[in-house]
């Protein structure tokens, strides 16, 4: 059996699908609890009136004839929440005003999440870019509980379907 050569880079991607696999649900769920916090919220759902309202007078507006400036630049109440979602980050705030208490107390467990996993992400890149190469780190990652050479085995053991290469029909 030849021997494979392990590079850094396939290391890297190792750890970069580990860390994707965790990091993206974490992040859903985050959202997705904030999203319902914050639509259940009696502003909110006076504020969500408000722009059905102002809507409804930009398209009478261009209805009649002043164009379609009004309408353009109203930005939907999603795209809204979704960048107050985004921008709301707890990790480094200790007394958040009183509005939001509520809204930082469900974000702060997925915020100090989010950053332990990021901050492992980045110690793995710190010992892999340390490492002598791309075997060495894998060998100190496997120690450290990320087995890469599991991950990289995992598509050999499949059945291949290669009916489509074959000649014939």
Known sequence: MPKINITKSAVRDFVRSEYLKR?????????????????????FVKFKDLLSSAESVANALEKAGYG????QSLVSCDVMLNRMISNLWTARIDSPKDEIK??????KPYDEKLEKLENA??????VIDAAPGG?????????????FYEWQNTDKGSTLDLSALKGGD
């Open 102 to 107: 509520l809204l930082y107390t469900i974000a």
């Open 121 to 126: 992400y980045q110690s793995a890149r710190r």
């Open 68 to 71: 379609s400036t009004f309408k």
């Open 23 to 43: 990091y993206e649900p974490l992040k859903n769920a985050r959202t997705e609890a904030l999203r319902n916090a914050v639509e259940a919220s009696s502003l």
């Open 135 to 147: 075997k060495a780190a894998a060998d100190i990652l496997k120690s450290s509980g990320l087995d």
